[in-house]
């Protein structure tokens, strides 16, 4: 057996390549592998093209069973790698041919090596006309040895593979017919598990599955011992020591699991009806006393408020929206989303959600949107801690891929937000920069920086350490157009509007009083009227009908929205629209606000 843990940054082929050792694999028939990206089951992830959830497949391979994890590639996700890599005895470290390793390729192997796990290097898209497959190569090596892996270089495994074209090989000048290589360093060059087959039972659950007939699904690799079905067994909580029964035993086999009546040491299992398991949680024999310590994840770095919909189009679209059913869901959430907390503000109905980063949050919030819940959404702020007595905040590596003739519009941007050059290389016609940033400097940036550069720029980020609080980020420059009445738009009235600033309603939209309809040009808040209708008259004059023309209105996805509103504003999240307003809808309290 081999349990094996896929890590890389984002977009660098990993759920691709396990379509492709499923494929080449033979296990499946061709109208169960049809679709691309097999893994991403998800909506959320089919239609953004990351992957947001680990996931656990098996393939059989000369006789040994491979168990492969596939894990998020964004940094924002990587609470989901820190739990996973736990039940992994080796790792395949996936690198891009053109690109090397990136920022999240460092912190997941970090991660990794960490927990114990032998890696194997994947250089992949050597097809890609831009690929440096052999320096890609080298610079993944210099990261294992500057992450304290030294002692494995001597012996580290390495294959070159394009995952697209379906094949491995150890010459990147000479393709072969498909995967067999790699799949040979897996079960030639990797341990099997190492566990104590002879000892009591002993398993750490690091992820939760759902099901409405059998609720809760522990899932996690027996470190120790084995188990049955129907065995009775102790589960050491935070505070407490439970005993419960296995209703339910599950190996993963395939695409899927499959039923059995044991399981041993080194096997990754499915428990069902364990009530109340948690993520951290150990599993041992009755009396057996031996737990492992807690799961313990990196703390998040950004919070957001999490209200009721109260604006005065509340309750038209969603199913979900009092305190009690958000309350409900965020808890749910908190089950299986280890890097996320959760915190009641005092004094108010609301919630403070602290997670990762701004995606994390915001695959929360359109993940409940679909559900059929209706929210306002705060301003995303940085989590700053005191160390020493004095106020520290996060800092971010930001790492920027650029035309070279576009350089200048990044450096001023960022340098605005408090960043510091750390590195430039160029790369062809393109540079690499990386600086050092405030994470409060990267709410926002991202939009910008691809504006200015009219969408050339690559841009990843990953958190690095907490330093002392620097100075004021400059805030938003321009101020928004707010609606001074309830109604529909009119076409007459944005026409009239539109040198005024950019709006983001078009003719025949619902607004209502309080609303942001647009961006003003200027650095001011102004109301506006976008509803006001033409006066009819039965006098015609020369000139006096128009054609009225209008530029369309700038859309707004969800993360756009969070990183453009500032504190007195609310996102307002519905199943079917997102709307930006004013916390306070009447003009008369804003001034009255802006006065105290």
Same mark, same amino acid.
């Given at each position: 057996?081999?349990n094996?843990?896929?890590i890389?940054?984002?977009d660098?082929?990993?759920?691709?390549l396990?379509?492709c050792?499923?494929?080449? @694999?033979?296990?499946?028939?061709d109208?169960?592998?049809r679709?691309e990206?097999?893994?991403?089951? *998800?909506?959320?992830?089919?239609e953004?093209?990351i992957?947001?959830?680990?996931?656990?497949?098996?393939?059989n391979?000369?006789?040994?069973?491979?168990?492969?994890?596939?894990?998020?590639?964004?940094?924002?996700f990587?609470?989901?790698?820190?739990?996973v890599v736990?039940m992994?005895?080796?790792?395949?470290?996936?690198?891009d041919?053109a690109?090397g390793?990136m920022p999240?390729?460092r912190?997941?192997?970090?991660?990794a !090596?960490?927990?114990g796990?032998?890696?194997i290097?994947?250089?992949?898209?050597i097809?890609r006309?831009?690929?440096?497959?052999?320096?890609a !190569?080298?610079?993944a090596?210099?990261?294992?040895a500057?992450?304290?892996?030294?002692?494995?270089l001597?012996s580290?495994?390495?294959?070159?593979?394009s995952?697209k074209s379906?094949?491995a090989?150890?010459d990147p000048?000479?393709?072969s017919?498909?995967?067999?290589?790699? !799949?040979d360093?897996?079960?030639?060059?990797?341990?099997? =598990?190492?566990?104590d087959?002879?000892?009591?039972?002993?398993?750490m659950?690091t992820?939760?599955d759902w #099901?409405?007939?059998v609720?809760?699904i522990?899932?996690?690799?027996?470190?120790?011992?084995?188990?049955?079905?129907g065995?009775?067994?102790e589960?050491h909580?935070k505070? #407490?020591v439970?005993?419960?029964?296995?209703?339910?035993? &599950?190996v993963?086999?395939?695409?899927g699991?499959?039923?059995?009546?044991?399981?041993?040491?080194g096997?990754?299992?499915?428990?069902?009806?364990l009530?109340g398991?948690?993520i951290?949680?150990t599993i041992?024999?009755?009396?057996?006393?031996? =737990?492992?310590?807690?799961?313990?994840?990196?703390?998040?770095?950004l919070?957001?408020?999490?209200?009721v919909n #109260? @604006?005065?189009?509340?309750?038209?679209?969603?199913?979900f929206?009092t305190?009690r059913?958000?309350?409900?869901?965020?808890?749910?959430?908190?089950?299986?989303?280890v890097a996320?907390?959760?915190?009641?503000i +005092?004094?108010?109905e609301?919630y403070?959600?602290?997670?990762?980063?701004?995606?994390h949050?915001?695959v929360?919030?359109?993940?409940?949107?679909?559900?059929?819940?209706?929210?306002?959404?705060?301003?995303p702020?940085v989590i700053?801690?005191?160390?020493d007595?004095k106020?520290?905040?996060?800092?971010e590596?930001l790492r920027?891929?650029?035309p070279?003739?576009a350089m200048?519009?990044v450096?001023?941007?960022v340098g605005?937000?408090?960043?510091? !050059?750390?590195?430039?290389?160029?790369?062809?016609? &393109?540079?690499?920069?990386?600086?050092t940033?405030?994470?409060?400097g990267l709410?926002?940036l991202?939009?910008r920086l691809?504006?200015a550069t009219?969408?050339t720029?690559?841009i990843?980020?990953?958190?690095?350490?907490y330093?002392?609080l620097?100075?004021?980020v =400059?805030r938003?420059?321009?101020?928004?157009?707010?609606s001074m009445?309830?109604?529909k738009?009119m +076409?007459?009235a944005?026409f009239?509007?539109?040198?005024?600033?950019?709006?983001?309603v078009?003719?025949?939209?619902?607004?209502?009083?309080g609303m942001?309809?647009g961006?003003?040009a200027?650095?001011?808040?102004?109301?506006?009227?976008p509803?006001k209708?033409?006066?009819?008259t039965?006098?015609?004059?020369s000139?006096s009908?128009e054609?009225?023309v209008l530029?369309?209105?700038?859309?707004m #996805?969800?993360?756009?929205a969070l990183?453009y509103i500032e504190?007195?504003e609310?996102?307002?999240v519905?199943p079917e *629209?997102?709307?930006?307003?004013?916390i306070l809808?009447?003009?008369?309290?804003?001034r009255?606000? @802006?006065?105290?």
């Open positions: 057996m081999r094996v843990v896929i890389a940054h984002v660098h082929g990993k759920t691709t396990v379509d050792l499923l494929k080449q @694999s033979g296990q499946f028939r109208t169960e592998l679709e990206r097999i893994l991403d089951s *998800n909506d959320l992830e089919r953004r093209g992957t947001i959830l680990s996931k656990n497949i098996a393939i391979y000369r006789d040994t069973k491979i168990n492969l994890i596939d894990t998020p590639g964004h940094a924002d990587g609470g989901e790698v820190e739990r736990r992994a005895d080796g790792c395949l470290v996936l690198v041919a690109e390793p999240q390729t912190y997941v192997l970090e991660k !090596l960490a927990a796990v032998k890696p290097i994947v250089v992949n898209k097809d006309p831009d690929a440096r497959s052999a320096e !190569l080298d610079e090596l210099e990261l294992l500057e992450l304290g892996g030294e002692d494995q001597d580290v495994a390495y294959v070159f593979a995952a379906g094949f090989t150890n000048d000479e393709p017919e498909d995967m067999r290589p790699l !799949l360093l897996l079960v030639d060059h990797l341990p099997g =598990p190492q566990v087959a002879d000892s009591p039972l002993r398993m659950v992820t939760l #099901s409405e007939y609720g809760r522990a899932v996690g690799r027996i470190g120790a011992g084995g188990i049955t079905a065995q009775t067994i589960m909580q505070e #407490s439970v005993k419960q029964k296995v209703a339910g035993l &599950y993963f086999d395939k695409l699991r499959t039923k059995t009546d044991s399981a041993q040491a096997d990754i299992v499915a428990i069902e009806g009530e398991v948690e951290g949680d041992s024999m009755v009396d057996a006393n031996n =737990p492992y310590p807690r799961l313990a994840v990196d703390e998040p770095t919070e957001m408020v999490f209200a #109260s @604006s005065p189009l509340a309750g038209r679209e969603g199913k929206v305190t059913q958000i309350k409900g869901r965020l808890e749910k959430e908190l089950e299986r989303n996320l907390r959760v915190e009641m +005092p004094g108010t609301a403070a959600v602290k997670g990762r980063g701004v995606l949050l915001a929360l919030i359109e993940t409940m949107r679909r559900e059929g819940y209706e929210l306002s959404i705060g301003k702020r700053n801690r005191d160390i007595g106020p520290h905040e996060p800092f590596s920027v891929e650029v070279t003739e200048g519009p450096m001023e941007l605005l937000r408090r960043g510091a !050059l750390e590195e430039m290389k160029q790369r062809g016609e &393109y540079s690499l920069l990386r600086f940033i405030p994470s409060r709410i926002g991202r939009t691809l504006n009219r969408g720029a690559v990843h980020h990953r958190f690095e350490c330093r002392p620097e100075a004021d =400059p938003r420059a321009n101020g928004v157009l707010i009445v309830s109604g738009t +076409p007459f944005l009239a509007l539109q040198d005024r600033g950019e709006f983001f078009g003719a025949g939209q619902e607004v209502y009083e942001i309809v961006e003003n200027r650095d001011n808040d102004i109301t506006v009227n509803c209708e033409k006066k009819l039965n006098m015609r004059a000139g009908d054609n009225v530029k369309p209105p700038r859309g #996805s969800l993360e756009m990183e504190e007195d609310w996102v307002e519905t *629209n997102i709307r930006l307003r004013k809808l009447k003009e008369s309290d804003r009255r606000e @802006s006065r105290r």
